[in-house]
């Protein structure tokens, strides 16, 4: 079995590779599209793989929740146990928050439509995972809210007497900040309103797996966040033979503990793009805006 997948990681580098020659030299796009063959060929060896995986010819994984215990295991397309147990539960002492600043995506009152047998009649993504994530906070004792803030508030909250104005992403790091002065929240959870806890794992586990939270009688805790993972690529260089690609950090989903260091540093992001010694001013609006 743990051939087949690395067969089926490899084939899937072949692609990407190929994708990147046709961008790279001029002749190879035009020669692709004359030869649908070679597509064809890749898609019977694709289609052959799978028909060896656990999932079956053609049907992915579709596991996207584990309400009963657990965590989506997109290799067994099962619910399985990823951490181990953790050593103390933090409760109310986690304070998770997800929302969407401004007036333009207001939660949805009838709650009907977050279940339909019809795409269309579903409710906005933001209400669902909204009510994901606050059963998930529900589940283990967590506190867990929306901030409203109107269109009014987010004006203020980016204001910082430079003109064009910051891009909303940076309300971000403010709402971490405030939810940082409640020193009973020892630990603040941020969410985009497009992410949603696909486990039912305590968040304890993790923060234990990855030094923000002692295990017992041990002085573990050495870490102040926790951020979601994330895939760059650089662009090309001259001498370059592939587009490289790097793991990143990204704040759509992101753990502070609330140490004076933490608050600090919160300080001190919100502040970078005010310094114009190294160029930062420009990510006030340009990508990777707060990240």
């Known amino acids: ?22 961008h790279r030299v001029a002749c190879v796009e ?19 793989v ?33 951490y181990s147990e953790a050593t103390q539960r933090l409760s109310e002492r986690v304070c998770i928050i997800s929302t969407d600043p401004g007036e333009d995506r207001p939660l949805e009152t009838n709650l009907t439509r977050l279940v339909a047998e019809e795409r269309a009649d579903l409710t906005n993504f933001w209400s669902i995972t909204y009510h994901l994530n606050r059963l998930y906070a529900s589940l283990h004792g967590y506190r867990f809210h929306r ?20 891009r909303v992403q940076w309300a971000i790091v403010r709402l971490v900040q405030q939810e940082l002065e409640d020193r009973t929240c020892e630990y603040v959870v941020w969410m985009d309103s ?24 041990e002085s573990s805790a050495k870490r102040h966040f926790l951020f979601a993972s994330a895939l760059a690529r650089q662009p090309l ?13 990204s704040d759509h989903f992101m753990v502070v503990r609330n140490t004076p260091a933490a608050r600090q540093l919160m300080a001190k992001w919100f502040q970078l793009p ?16 707060e990240q």
């Open 1 to 22: 079995l743990a051939r087949w997948y690395e067969t089926h990681l490899y084939l899937t580098l072949t692609e990407f590779h190929v994708v990147d020659l046709s």
């Open 30 to 48: 035009p020669m692709l599209l004359q030869t649908p063959q070679f597509w064809e060929i890749l898609g019977y060896i694709e289609d052959e």
């Open 50 to 82: 799978q028909a060896s995986l656990p999932h079956g010819i053609g049907h992915p994984c579709s596991l996207s929740l584990c309400p009963y215990g657990g965590s989506p295991d997109p290799v067994s397309c099962s619910c399985k146990q990823l």
């Open 147 to 166: 901030p409203h803030v109107d269109d009014e508030q987010l004006r203020e909250m980016l204001s910082d007497g430079l003109y064009p104005p910051r």
């Open 194 to 217: 497009d992410a949603y806890v696909a486990s039912s794992e305590p968040l304890e586990t993790v923060l234990e797996e990855y030094g923000l939270l002692n295990k017992t009688g």
């Open 237 to 249: 260089r001259k001498d370059d033979l592939s587009r490289r690609s790097l793991v990143n950090i």
């Open 274 to 289: 005010l310094d114009p010694t190294h160029g930062l001013e420009r990510f006030r609006q340009e990508l990777f805006l």
